[in-house]
C-alpha cells in the first residue's frame, strides 16, 4: 500500500519551455504533498509542501512564480516548472501522505534537463 | 530551526566488515527517519525512529536514536555489495517537514 506515483520519469526540453511534473497518490488519500529537489550528489531540499484545495507554502528562497504548484484533489498534485533554463535542471521527487505526521511516500522522481 | 549533520559523507569498505554511520541533529525531533537511494532512483523508506532508545533491524542493518544526545545512528553488520547506496537520515520540524541530512554514499568493495 501507500504508493505515490510520479510522472514523467525523465523530460528534456529546450530553454524556454514550461514543464509540467504530476504526482499521484494511488492508494490513499493525500492530505498533503510535499516537492523537493536534488542536485547531483546533493541532499534533497524541500521546494513546498501544499494541501488540497489551499495554496502552497513555498520554502524560502524557492520562487513561487517559476515554480508553479496546483493541489486540485487528494490524490494528484502538479508541479510546473514555468519557463524553465539549464539552471533548472534537476531531479524533482514528490512525496505524500496522508495526515499530520503521518509517514511521507515518495514517488519515483522526475529528472529535468533543460537544454 | 533544525539542522542534521551526518558523518562519514563518504565511506568505502570492504565486504564482510562492519561500521556505523553517524546522524547528528541540531533541536528536539520527535522522530528519525532512515532512508536509502540508489543511484538516480528515489527514496526507500528503511526505518523510522519514534523514542529515545529505540532500536530496529532489518537484515544488516541496524538503527537506533538517542534523543538526549540528539543522534542516530546506523550500524551495518558484515556488509554486502548489495548495500552500497546513498543513506539518508532526517528529522523531524513541527508538524510536516523533514529535514534531510547531506547523505552518506557508501561503497562497498568485493
Known amino acids: 500500500g501507500a504508493v505515490v506515483s510520479q510522472h514523467p520519469s525523465r523530460v528534456i526540453c529546450k530553454s524556454g519551455t514550461s514543464v509540467k511534473i504530476e504526482c499521484r497518490s494511488l492508494?490513499?488519500?493525500?492530505?498533503?504533498m510535499f516537492w523537493y529537489r536534488q542536485f547531483p550528489k546533493k541532499s534533497l531540499m524541500l521546494m513546498a509542501t501544499s494541501n488540497e484545495g489551499s495554496k502552497a507554502t513555498y520554502e524560502q528562497g524557492v520562487e513561487k512564480d517559476k515554480f508553479l504548484i496546483n493541489h486540485a484533489s487528494l490524490t494528484l498534485s502538479t508541479l510546473t516548472v514555468t519557463s524553465a533554463h539549464p539552471e533548472d535542471s534537476s531531479f524533482y521527487i514528490c512525496?505524500?501522505?496522508?495526515?499530520?505526521?503521518?509517514?511521507?511516500?515518495f514517488g519515483d522522481g522526475t529528472r529535468l534537463s533543460i537544454l | 530551526e533544525l539542522k542534521v549533520e551526518q558523518n562519514p559523507l563518504f565511506l568505502s569498505m570492504q565486504e564482510g566488515k562492519n561500521y556505523t554511520i553517524y546522524c547528528n541533529y541540531s533541536?528536539?525531533?520527535?522522530?528519525l527517519y532512515w532512508y536509502r537511494q540508489d543511484p538516480g532512483k528515489s527514496l526507500e523508506s528503511l526505518f523510522v525512529?519514534?523514542?529515545?532508545?529505540a532500536v530496529k533491524q532489518e537484515g544488516r542493518l541496524m538503527a537506533s536514536l538517542d534523543t538526549k544526545a540528539r543522534l542516530s545512528t546506523l550500524h551495518i553488520t558484515a556488509a554486502v555489495h548489495d548495500l552500497s547506496a546513498t543513506y539518508f537520515c532526517?528529522?523531524?520540524?513541527?508538524?510536516?517537514?523533514?529535514?534531510f541530512g547531506q547523505g552518506t554514499r557508501l561503497t562497498i568493495n568485493p
Open positions: 512525496s505524500a501522505n496522508s495526515g499530520t505526521s503521518q509517514p511521507q511516500h
Open positions: 533541536t528536539t525531533s520527535d522522530r
Open positions: 492508494d490513499f488519500q493525500a492530505t498533503t
Open positions: 525512529l519514534l523514542s529515545n532508545g
Open positions: 532526517a528529522g523531524f520540524q513541527g508538524a510536516q517537514k523533514l529535514v
